[in-house]
């Protein structure tokens, strides 16, 4: 474990080993480490969508107010290191190498058998105790109740959203999946909940009874408004009992990105008791320069080119909401999808293909994506919509590319890994572009090879 390559084929190389939800392997680990979990306060979010971003939002401003932080996120978008950041820069190689080789050897001596996300886990909460952060925000993994973050003791825990995902671990009843979720609510806490529906809702409230809990709900005890939105971000408006903020400039567009918004900034409204150097201005800062890419992200104008990882059928929902009230196009409406197996992808793409006029298939280059193939058999004949099979990213993009008008729209969703690769494929092209361009070459026919 020498090399980057080396140590990040150890960690994948436990992928094998599945899914184990569970505390005690974490639990345990933790212990040979003198608990570094429990030495600085957490803020732990979940919910089936919106968790990252909440917790980008919440890490911004309070990097803005002078706190240093540490950020715990999954799945990463284009690196393993995004997953673990201290003030915002991600883990270094040396640090990572040296704390995975300490755990490997604990874990060793245990005889246990950590799966990818207990080890990452336990990775970030000795590194933010040897770092000395003041604040750490936490997104769950998978669930709640018995997911590898909550051993963690938070100042706040959030819920997020409450939707179907994940069903063969968490079921497919949205009551049971909530339990889940709000089973992060520790005893005497403060959480916060974004939930409308009241019978989903009731199960987070009894939680925060039986755990003597102070529950704050979104669109009653504090609520945000969207004032103004355009194609690069929002103004929005966030309100609470004897507090008003107005003309907050939100780079992230939709309106489920407004509401985790407003979430961020109740956390740090709470947070400010503790930490006065949290304010209205580093809130208005600290907002304005969220970064979390691939999220509803504008990758070109003309042709206009949106990413987002939409992976499952409500976060579908959200984005294709957004597409027609911030994008309205008098072109060809355009998507790229590839999605896991284990997804609802029926229920994806017919919410997808209500908004595309056409939609290109395609399988990012993981074990668990599904075929092209068989995503056309499963969406079936879909009246007024162009279907194409182009399986690999990078040539579906080209071929798109090729036909594309500038009063055209093209998205490129359905999984982490699909957003991931095209970023890729994007990014490539574009040193590609620079590369030439230093050297004086055409870099239009420089492109084309």
């Known amino acids: 474990m020498n090399s980057k390559e080396g140590i990040l084929n150890y960690l994948f190389g436990l992928s094998e080993t599945g899914i184990k939800l569970g505390l005690d392997n974490v639990t345990r680990l933790l212990a040979e480490f003198g608990d570094p979990h429990l030495s600085i306060p957490s803020i732990h979010i979940a919910g089936t969508n919106g968790k990252g971003s909440v917790a980008a939002m919440t890490e911004s401003i309070c990097r803005s ?128 909940a974004n939930i409308s529906d009241e019978s989903i809702f009731k199960i987070i409230k009894d939680m925060a009874i039986e755990k003597s809990a102070t529950l704050f709900r979104q669109g009653s005890d504090f609520q945000v408004r969207i004032l103004d939105t355009n194609t690069h971000e929002q103004k929005i408006e966030f309100e609470e009992t004897n507090y008003k903020i107005s003309s907050l400039r939100l780079p992230l567009l939709g309106k489920h990105q407004a509401e985790n918004a407003g979430l961020a900034l109740k956390i740090c409204r709470i947070l400010s008791e503790t930490f006065p150097s949290i304010t209205t201005k580093t809130c208005t800062e600290g907002l304005n320069s969220t970064h979390w890419p691939g999220r509803l992200e504008v990758w070109s104008q003309k042709p206009l080119i949106i990413l987002d990882c939409a992976h499952n059928p409500s976060a579908v929902k959200n984005l294709t909401e957004t597409l027609g009230k911030t994008f309205p196009v008098k072109g060809k409406r355009k998507a790229i999808f590839g999605v896991m197996k284990d997804k609802p992808v029926k229920e994806m793409m017919e919410i997808l293909s209500q908004w595309a006029d056409q939609l290109i298939l395609v399988k990012p280059e993981v074990d668990r994506s599904e075929t092209p193939e068989q995503l056309k058999v499963i969406l079936g004949k879909q009246n007024n919509l162009e279907i194409t099979i182009i399986p690999e990213i990078g040539k579906a993009i080209e071929a798109i590319e090729s036909i594309v008008q500038d009063d055209d729209i093209v998205c490129i969703t359905g999984s982490l890994h699909t957003v991931s690769e095209a970023k890729t494929y994007f990014e490539k092209k574009h040193k590609k572009h620079m590369d030439a361009t230093d050297l004086g070459i055409d870099a239009s026919l420089n492109n084309r090879s």
């Open 65 to 192: 107010s002078g706190i240093k932080t540490g950020l715990f996120t999954s799945p990463h978008l284009l690196d393993f290191s995004e997953r673990i950041r201290v003030k915002g820069k991600p883990i270094s190689l040396p640090n990572l190498k040296e704390i995975v080789q300490r755990i490997h050897n604990t874990a060793q001596k245990l005889n246990l058998t950590p799966t990818f996300f207990e080890f990452t886990t336990v990775i970030a909460f000795i590194y933010f105790a040897e770092q000395k952060t003041e604040i750490n925000i936490l997104e769950v993994g998978l669930g709640g109740r018995l997911d590898a973050t909550n051993v963690c003791q938070p100042e706040i825990a959030v819920i997020t959203s409450i939707s179907k995902d994940h069903t063969q671990y968490l079921g497919d009843d949205l009551q049971q999946i909530a339990f889940e979720k709000a089973s992060i609510i520790k005893n005497r806490g403060t959480v916060l």
